[in-house]
């Protein structure tokens, strides 16, 4: 590196430090003033000061966080079962054989009702029909394909505009301060790196999820290749959550973020660790900006990222902090524009 | 950050980045001017250079080293089933009824022929009781405790002063140059966790290694627990290992290092990516300095480490390199005083 070269990057350092610590800078802009904004201030300043007795070396800096309904929408459908869904329908095309067996046949009819009544059998079947079978690079290209097109019914955007801006501030504001952000998920692992490192700028090591296991062998032409098999070697859900985060990463967090009962078993293990831990919950508590479930709170009913009465006791308990989408957060997407919502 | 605290950085870095690039400065100085030496120089060259039709973007700059006879000695046996004998006695002063039961009565007695008549499913016992069935925080004090007092047998040192100076290096070598070195190795993803931040600069996140399942749950006093067990969710040896680096890197190496049968498949997949790769295995051909084995080049048969013909001359068809030890190295361990070995 020359001279003038190195002495551009010293006055950019000196730019951006100076930005950095700017009295006025907010890092936090989509979050109301309010509980859950002033934790996360409060664990960053205690967790990055070195004269804090809540010290936390780099190393071990770690903030995990779920996907569907923590990071972006889930509802009316987690997105990837909508692909699974959508690659029935191509797939049907190719074997028509599919159109004439359940559970296929009501996916491919669309039957609502039918696939409301899905147990796990018929959904492992979809699963397997639609995420193994192939090589690594073709699933990847598959859902790169899905994702270009697809849009969600609500919004008519294609689904990677539906992280939440107040989410994605956090994942910035945490590695600033040095923390390595991990998504943790139930989604399948690769499905999620398709689009985590632009989305979220977490790159493809730092997604643990739900994932089946790959089987090593040769082409036709006898180069290697990995190809996904239909069994699953991590269930990232409940107990899985922990039990991937040792096996992906080896150090328990000092931050976790969820919204539903499958984040529970994470939080609680983040919450046990010695010193200060943070263990938050999106409460989806806003149907005219975006959804409302529980049934936390008298909130409606969800098959899909059920937040239970159960699971709102044990945060009150325990002192994780409940994130109200309606209180908290005065902007939900990228897109939206950045207004104030009312104080509560 | 004050401007006196941001001036002694840029300072500093004009210092380190001045030290980088003197000419005077060699990254590989235990290794020996040679192919080996310059096929490292010339990948890092030509992958970081944002000029070079081979440049690879930071992002992807992933390099695996397989652990056992790659970064430390592996010979007669490995570190790790040493452990594995150690605790099977210390357990049987516990629990004296291993003392009678085999294949635990052989290892309690030292009984070196019927060990080496081991199948599968002795070892299964052996690792079944001295891996499993502890906390995973337990498990990490166990192996701790032992590596503070093992000895190797030759060098009457703890084994983890056995690491190769050269390998070193190439880490740092590496590292200094944005990529990204994770341990790949056949060992216990657990067992490795333990020292190789300290001996490699290696953080636990980036070990791949065979792991065994844990199981989430509760202790008495309610708190949560990951219990190590029995089976095994990622056996990270031959094909396992392109398979572990998928599910815990999800990328492929554009470099690899191994040193037996075990590392095959990981350098095959790495070898197979587009753009330029490099494939590298040490051959062990030095009984003076440390050990030789084959059984490639006539040099003695081992079942530790097995270096086939088969493997060595797909080596040859396809460009990988082979790291002689005795001409390639002039320094094999960090206590050793640096010497150059005499040209081949």
Chains 1, 2 share one sequence.
Not at 20 to 47: C, M, R, V, Y
């Amino acid at each position: 590196m020359r001279a003038t070269a190195i002495l551009t990057l010293c006055l950019s350092l000196l730019v951006s430090f100076g930005c950095a610590t700017h009295p006025g800078s907010d890092p936090l802009p989509s979050w109301n003033q309010g509980p859950a904004k002033q934790a996360l201030l409060d664990f960053i300043a205690e967790t990055t000061d070195p004269s804090s007795p809540s010290f936390v070396p780099p190393a071990e800096r770690i903030a995990t966080f779920d996907q569907d309904g923590t990071l972006w929408v889930e509802q009316p459908m987690y997105t990837q079962v909508l692909y699974c869904f959508e690659r029935v329908r191509q797939l049907a095309s190719e074997r028509p054989e599919l159109k004439d067996r359940e559970p296929f046949k009501s996916v491919i009819a669309g039957d609502r009702e039918a696939i409301a009544k899905f147990h796990t059998a018929e959904l492992t079947e979809i699963l397997a029909l639609t995420l193994s079978g192939m090589p690594v690079e073709v699933f990847e290209q598959q859902v790169k394909a899905w994702l270009a097109t697809a849009r969600h019914p609500r919004w008519n955007r294609p689904y990677t505009e539906l992280a939440y801006q107040p989410m994605l501030e956090v994942l910035r504001f945490f590695r600033t301060h040095g923390y390595q952000t991990y998504i943790v998920t139930g989604g399948g692992q690769d499905f999620v790196r398709v689009f985590a490192e632009d989305l979220y700028s977490i790159p493809r090591e730092k997604v643990v999820g739900s994932a089946g296991a790959t089987k090593y062998g040769h082409d036709a032409q006898g180069h290697p290749v990995l190809t996904k098999q239909p069994n699953l070697i991590l269930n990232d859900n409940y107990g899985g959550k922990p039990e991937g985060i040792h096996l992906m990463i080896g150090r328990r967090p000092y931050a976790a973020f969820g919204n539903s009962t499958g984040d529970q078993q994470m939080l609680e293990y983040t919450g046990a660790g010695s010193g200060k831990r943070l263990a938050m919950l999106v409460l989806h508590d806003d149907a005219s900006r975006e959804f409302a479930y529980g049934p936390a709170e008298g909130l409606p009913d969800s098959k899909v990222g059920t937040f239970t009465q159960a699971l709102y006791d044990e945060a009150q308990s325990k002192g994780w902090i409940i994130i109200r989408m309606k209180r908290d957060w005065n902007r939900i997407f990228p897109f939206d524009a950045a207004v104030p919502s009312p104080a509560p």
